[in-house]
């Protein structure tokens, strides 16, 4: 390593200090840990990166750490993203800030993912968010993520008239209260809320409404984040990319891992792992990603399909659709399969419904997928 690389130690933190700083995924930061990656499997040691190229201006002169103040330590990193230094497996994290870990948790959850885009995005500095800053977004995420938008009050009003139509806060509100309640209450059918359904909210860098699926409206749409990779990356050889999709990704306290890509897109599922005030990672409750696998897809049971079929069945899990009627389970009526002498069988996915069945869903399903 030369000596102007060494030198980039000093704008991170040893590892026993109180910080993390911030990774944001865009196509650079990708592309550059990914070809470290590669380049690393030729050596014996763990993957580093030399450097990334900061938007921030080389020229400014450093400012001087204080060992008490996160804050002044948070000023002498780069506004966009860091140079790092030190091995890979280190900087998984995408944002964790651990002074301001417990205020973070009383926030709700599209307020701490806000945080997230808004300073990835340069929008919101490094030092911002002081324990004074967090206290004034507590409530819920349509009433505190107004507070976070524009310098000025005519700012935040515009803001708030020109994306009021589509706003994924007040449905992020509303599906969080709901699945507080009930956790199946996002699938429809909900006696409550008799036209809804969940799982509307895209977590995929700018918050917005989105379609459902089925997985979204199972466990709420906070526990999916859609990540883009840029297309020369994701088809091509190699295994930096797997390497890479195979850790952790945290999100302030809350770990992701990666469950399943489709075309360049990778989706990243909200694991019983949480990464607690002192940075260490510990269970929570909740699925692993082998639970939530066997939960939609159980290898054991499928152990005699193609793995092709088996991997592709994810696919339904993520597509987009609305849920159908729910049926009563003593209305259910099972019919034994027609097998064919060479013993396959001749109905597969058959079944007769009723004439009601069919007028319900052509009247509020026609031309979407049910599931």
Not at 124 to 133: G, I, K, M, W
Not at 264 to 277: G, I, P, R, W, Y
Not at 342 to 367: K, N, W
Request: proline share 7%; with cysteine.
């Amino acid at each position: 390593m030369s000596s102007s690389e060494s030198n980039n130690d000093d704008l991170l933190p040893s590892p026993d200090q109180d910080l993390w700083a911030v990774y944001p995924m865009s196509d650079d930061v990708i592309t550059n840990i990914l070809d470290q990656i590669e380049g690393s499997h030729n050596t014996t040691t763990s993957p580093t990166i030399s450097s990334i190229s900061s938007l921030s201006d080389p020229s400014s002169p450093k400012r001087s750490r204080d060992s008490d103040s996160y804050t002044s330590a948070l000023e002498e990193l780069p506004s966009k993203y860091p140079r790092l230094t030190k091995p890979l497996q280190h900087y998984y994290p995408i944002v964790h800030h651990l002074p301001i870990h417990e205020l973070l948790a009383d926030l709700a959850y599209g307020v701490q993912y806000t945080l997230v885009h808004l300073i990835t995005t340069s929008q919101l500095s490094l030092d911002e968010p002081t324990p004074d800053f967090l206290s004034t977004l507590q409530g819920p995420n349509a009433e505190a993520i107004k507070t976070q938008v524009g310098p000025s009050t005519l700012q935040q009003q515009m803001f708030v008239q020109k994306e009021e139509v589509n706003t994924p806060w007040a449905e992020l509100d509303k599906e969080e209260a709901v699945l507080q309640k009930d956790l199946y209450g996002g699938l429809g059918s909900n006696p409550d809320f008799p036209e809804w359904y969940g799982g509307r909210i895209a977590f995929k860098g700018k918050c917005a409404l989105g379609s459902s699926c089925c997985f979204t409206r199972r466990f709420g749409s906070k526990s999916f984040i859609r990540l883009k990779v840029p297309p020369d990356i994701f088809y091509s050889t190699g295994q930096s990319l797997s390497s890479f999709l195979t850790q952790p990704f945290t999100l302030w306290s809350h770990v992701f891992r990666a469950c399943y890509a489709k075309e360049d897109n990778v989706f990243l599922f909200k694991v019983n792992e949480t990464l607690d005030a002192v940075g260490e990672l510990k269970l929570i409750q909740g699925l692993n990603l082998d639970s939530f696998v066997n939960w939609f897809n159980p290898l054991y049971e499928n152990r005699k399909q193609p793995m092709s079929k088996w991997s592709s069945c994810f696919a339904l899990g993520f597509s987009n659709s609305i849920p159908g009627p729910q049926l009563s389970p003593d209305l259910i009526m099972k019919e034994d399969d027609v097998v064919s002498i060479e013993g396959s069988d001749m109905t597969d996915g058959c079944g007769f419904c009723s004439f009601r069945l069919l007028s319900h869903i052509q009247e509020y399903t026609l031309s979407d997928s049910i599931q």
